[in-house]
């Protein structure tokens, strides 16, 4: 995904909204379908602006009809939340201004800016199941660990919603979780977590196992240079085989989803279809630098790895159905490449997608559009998701129980 925190100009702005300005929630509804059915290039079909405005303008009117005047931001809301789920394109989405400082930070190479326990946990009828720990963070620091049930939250039973409400009070609060059947309760008081999203490599037994959690960058930190430093360091401890997990990762940067798919593949790309712009933009990574080259433009290098490095151990890569967006790229270039086989779920399905966070909206919010198609090299599209090699279920009773049955599967693999 390129996020583009781009202030739209005044002219824009008033051809987007009806000349009425009958309230607040006209005018944020106008400016949504504008970006809506202006920009978007995804796998749906949306018509145009003015149609979309015409076939949802009698949603927002019911919403509105007891003080259309006065009607709020909270009343369009509805209407644009409905629109994108009818869509049903996960990468068309609302965003918060917090959320887009979480990706700077990302980008930077931190955590989220709020405070956080450190676990990643997926959501089920017994409570929650912790995919991921973060070293260094509380939930760590206190014990829990990938594959931990947590079953209560502050002495009621564990849902998101609740460890959601209990970190963002940013004040202690008990947890109890059980593993194989122990049960512990600990205390754990949230805070600001640093580098802990950072790629993380581990060898054992000959074997590197390397977890990426996103794909974003800045100008001091990149996600791809991790990426090709944790494949030189895997060979030279001796690793005979890589597990490379996207499980639940997160976005970021195609070009850094490329750049760091060049560590096991040394060069590839991908070419930008935009809908109602003229030109489309050819994308190649060659001895770990990125060039970009809009159609009868020239070649341009756009960004590049310090130290770039071709590793050439075999690759497995885990992915599951919420490797999104670029996540997916990452996984998609290696595996049309050759370079690795992939395990797991059908991923997210923002595979084939990109585009920009635009706005900022007049309710202080932005919207992600899915306003580029990605193709290959050959001309051929993208898929919408991911399909792998080995389908396998992530099994989280399995987890529970103690077995990670796709990093056992792709452990077979490797040996």
């Known amino acids: 995904m390129t996020l583009r925190h781009a202030l739209l100009s005044s002219v824009l702005v008033l051809g987007m909204v009806s000349p009425a300005l009958a309230s607040p929630a006209q005018d944020l509804f106008d400016q949504a379908t504008f970006l809506i059915g202006f920009y978007y290039n995804g796998p749906a079909k949306v018509p145009p602006f003015r149609e979309l405005r015409?076939?949802?303008?009698?949603?927002?009117?019911?919403?509105?009809?007891?003080?259309?005047?006065?009607?709020?931001?909270?009343?369009?809301?509805?209407?644009?939340?409905?629109?994108?789920?009818?869509?049903?394109?996960?990468?068309?989405?609302?965003?918060?201004?917090?959320?887009?400082?979480?990706?700077?930070?990302?980008?930077?190479?931190?955590?989220?800016?709020?405070?956080?326990v450190g676990v990643w946990v997926r959501e089920t009828p017994r409570g929650l199941v912790v995919s991921e720990a973060f070293p260094g963070e509380p939930a760590f620091e206190a014990g829990l660990r990938r594959?931990?049930?947590?079953?209560?939250?502050?002495?009621?039973?564990?849902?998101?919603?609740?460890?959601?409400?209990?970190?963002?009070?940013?004040?202690?609060?008990?947890?109890?979780?059980?593993?194989?059947?122990?049960?512990?309760?600990?205390?754990?008081?949230?805070?600001?977590?640093?580098?802990?999203?950072?790629?993380?490599?581990?060898?054992?037994?000959?074997?590197?196992?390397l977890r990426i959690y996103h794909l974003y960058s800045s100008d001091n930190y990149s996600t791809a240079e991790r990426i090709h430093d944790a494949a030189r360091r895997a060979e030279q401890a001796g690793a005979r085989g890589m597990v490379i997990d996207l499980r639940d990762a997160l976005t970021g940067y195609d070009s850094e989803a490329?750049?760091?798919?060049?560590?096991?593949?040394?060069?590839?790309?991908?070419?930008?279809?935009?809908?109602?712009?003229?030109?489309?933009?050819?994308?190649?990574?060659?001895?770990?630098?990125?060039?970009?080259?809009?159609?009868?433009?020239?070649?341009?290098?756009?960004?590049?790895?310090?130290?770039?490095?071709?590793?050439?151990?075999?690759?497995?890569?885990?992915?599951?159905?919420?490797?999104?967006?670029?996540?997916?790229?990452?996984?998609?270039?290696?595996?049309?490449?050759?370079?690795?086989?992939?395990?797991?779920?059908?991923?997210?399905?923002?595979?084939?997608?990109?585009?920009?966070?635009?706005?900022?909206?007049?309710?202080?919010?932005?919207?992600a559009v899915s306003s580029l198609r990605m193709r290959n090299l050959d001309g051929s599209p993208f898929p919408f998701k991911l399909t792998p090699d080995v389908l396998l279920e992530d099994d989280l009773e399995a987890l529970v129980a103690g077995r990670d049955v796709l990093l056992e599967r792709a452990l077979e693999m490797l040996r």
């Not at 919603?161 to 008081?189: I, P």
């Not at 059908?346 to 919010?365: Q, V, Y």
Request: proline share 6%.
């Open 54 to 116: 015409r076939q949802y303008q009698p949603q927002l009117d019911q919403l509105c009809a007891p003080e259309p005047d006065r009607c709020g931001f909270d009343k369009a809301r509805q209407v644009i939340a409905r629109i994108m789920q009818d869509i049903a394109d996960p990468f068309t989405v609302l965003i918060t201004r917090d959320q887009l400082v979480d990706d700077q930070r990302y980008g930077a190479g931190l955590g989220p800016a709020a405070p956080r």
């Open 147 to 209: 594959g931990d049930l947590i079953t209560q939250v502050g002495g009621q039973p564990a849902t998101l919603a609740r460890l959601n409400t209990a970190e963002t009070a940013g004040v202690g609060f008990s947890l109890s979780h059980s593993r194989r059947g122990n049960v512990r309760t600990v205390n754990l008081t949230p805070r600001v977590a640093e580098a802990t999203m950072r790629p993380r490599l581990e060898v054992n037994n000959n074997i590197a196992y």
């Open 258 to 367: 490329l750049l760091g798919a060049a560590a096991f593949t040394g060069k590839g790309g991908f070419i930008y279809h935009r809908r109602f712009q003229g030109q489309d933009e050819t994308h190649t990574v060659e001895n770990g630098k990125l060039f970009v080259q809009p159609d009868g433009g020239d070649k341009e290098e756009q960004s590049a790895v310090e130290r770039p490095y071709l590793a050439r151990l075999p690759v497995v890569v885990l992915v599951n159905r919420n490797t999104f967006n670029s996540a997916e790229m990452l996984a998609y270039f290696l595996q049309v490449a050759g370079r690795a086989k992939v395990v797991g779920e059908p991923t997210a399905g923002a595979l084939g997608m990109s585009g920009g966070a635009e706005g900022p909206l007049i309710n202080g919010e932005f919207i």
